[in-house]
């Protein structure tokens, strides 16, 4: 069973907010403790797949910005 | 070649702010996927959301060249924020949820694209990303909020917790349980765990 505090720890890590000092402490114990490791895994694997679930907008919604920006500049 | 490709995005706004919109131009490819998923996880209605993450753009442009742009924190979480709030108050205003369709009448959320992939294995992660799109809209809504705000919106869990008034500790919690809900969610639904699914 992993505690709490070291699930909270985990997901700082797979976040990359995790301190130096935590980070080695924590990738030593996952040599030690297979079900921390596999639990790592997932969650890099859930997130992963957090990622391919965005979207993007169309080229049409991305010019208008440039444009709006570049008018701007254009008046001052 | 660009010289603004692997510039910071403080450098970008920095040049940005001094007139240069190819720094713009290169602020808004690398973050428009995360705002407008932001947006539309919230609002449910791309044409919305392409609305949405315009204005979250035009507020941060107006912000930058009006010399109020504070140099703290990242880029990214910041006009995330901005584009969250913008949905927030639509959401707020309108309290409903909209159909969701294109102008080809089809659904907003098969439209994903992949290369290099065949016709069936495109077809299993559109499938597959689209499901998963519905499952973050069933989870909690404190749940629901927490994810969109780190895993989208690129906030840090501090920034989470201060946003929303908790301790950071239950901003993990939240997210804890909003990825193991999720899993399980995933499981009970049969999507499949295949590592193919997670590259692009």
Known sequence: MIKTSTQNELIQYVYDELAEDACTQLESAFMQDTELAEGCSELLRLQQLLDGASKVPSKRSVQNILNYSKSLSLQS | ?200
């Open chain 2, 1 to 200: 070649m660009n010289t603004t490709t692997q510039m910071s995005d403080s450098a970008l706004v920095s040049l940005y702010i001094q007139g240069n919109e190819s720094a713009f131009e290169q602020l808004v490819n690398r973050h428009k996927n995360k705002v407008y998923t932001t947006i539309l996880l919230i609002v449910k209605d791309s044409y919305t959301a392409e609305d949405l993450m315009q204005d979250a753009f035009i507020k941060a442009i107006h912000t930058m060249k009006g010399g109020r742009y504070n140099e703290e924190g990242k880029f990214s979480s910041w006009i995330c924020r901005i584009a969250h709030n913008l949905a927030i108050d639509h959401f707020r205003k309108e309290k409903r949820s909209p159909v969701i369709t294109l102008e080809d009448g089809s659904n907003v959320f098969n439209t994903m694209s992949f290369s290099e992939d065949s016709a069936e294995s495109l077809q299993i992660k559109e499938d597959t990303h689209a499901r998963l799109r519905e499952l973050i809209q069933t989870l909690p809504q404190s749940q629901r909020e927490v994810l969109m705000m780190r895993h989208y919106a690129d906030m840090s869990f501090q920034e989470i917790a201060d946003a929303t008034g908790v301790s950071i500790n239950t901003a993990l919690g939240r997210m804890r349980y909003a990825l193991i809900n999720l899993r399980k969610k995933m499981l009970k639904s049969n999507i499949a765990y295949d590592k193919n699914l997670y590259s692009e």
